[in-house]
């Protein structure tokens, strides 16, 4: 298996445009999860899915953030509008339902620079 | 709310010396327990995790931990450290709901 895949792997805009993130997971597994990196913060969990359902956003830092999984191979994220302080690595990962006992499985990340 | 404390920030050690990484959860019930190892410019990794049995886990690249449920917890240890073990290391607790919490991660550079 290719692991999880994200593109881009490293995104640099201007403050106010869009940013959209990709995740595709790995296959057959049920819980998909986007985690936030900073110096500052360490690593923050943003969303994380179940076969494709939301089932805990209480880590998106505003509106300007949105998350979808129209699929169970592909999830965005998006940022709109960017801002400087959004500025960190997102990372994707997948786990898969074992019963409690899943472990995550992290794609490469996304190196995103916000001027 | 459950959280994940990891005392050691940044620690620097020579080849061959021992590591001891700090962790502790607060978290009252069943926990699954992980340690994730991050090299520069890559990203995390799983080293090792603990659900249940035996508290001393082993891991991968010679890396064990050991649960202490009555001190909440799961310190990082091995016994002879690599200059290739230079990364960021990061402790973190599943909880009741799957999500993970992670530590705000230990610096680990090791001097050739």
């Known amino acids: 298996d290719a692991g999880v895949i994200q593109s881009p792997r490293h995104e640099v805009t201007e403050m106010g445009q869009e940013v959209t993130l990709r995740c595709k997971p790995i296959?057959?597994?049920?819980?998909l999860f986007w985690y936030r990196q900073t110096m500052m913060r360490g690593l923050e969990l943003l969303i994380y899915?179940?076969?494709?359902?939301?089932?805990?956003d209480s880590g998106m830092p505003e509106d300007r953030f949105s998350a979808k999984m129209p699929n169970a191979s592909f999830s965005t994220l998006k940022i709109q509008p960017s801002e400087p302080r959004d500025s960190a690595v997102y990372f994707c990962?997948?786990?898969?339902?074992?019963?409690?006992?899943?472990?995550?499985?992290f794609g490469p990340g996304t190196r995103l620079l916000v001027l | 709310a459950q959280s994940v404390s990891q005392h050691n920030h940044h620690v620097i050690l020579s080849e061959a010396a021992s590591l001891e990484l700090g962790c502790n959860y607060s978290?009252?019930?069943?926990?699954?327990l992980f340690w994730y190892v991050q090299y520069p410019g890559q990203h995390l990794q799983l080293l090792l995790k603990?659900?249940?049995?035996?508290?001393l886990v082993k891991g991968i690249k010679g890396f064990e931990a050991e649960f202490i449920k009555s001190k909440f917890s799961f310190n990082l240890r091995k016994p002879s450290v690599q200059w290739s073990d230079t990364a960021e290391y990061f402790c973190?607790?599943?909880?009741?709901?799957?999500?993970?919490?992670f530590g705000q991660g230990t610096t680990l550079q090791v001097k050739p």
């Open positions: 990962a997948s786990s898969p339902n074992t019963g409690g006992k899943e472990t995550q499985y």
């Open positions: 296959s057959g597994h049920d819980y």
């Open positions: 899915f179940n076969n494709n359902v939301p089932i805990d």
């Open positions: 978290y009252g019930g069943t926990v699954n």
């Open positions: 603990y659900f249940s049995g035996d508290p």
């Open positions: 973190a607790v599943r909880s009741n709901t799957g999500k993970l919490i």
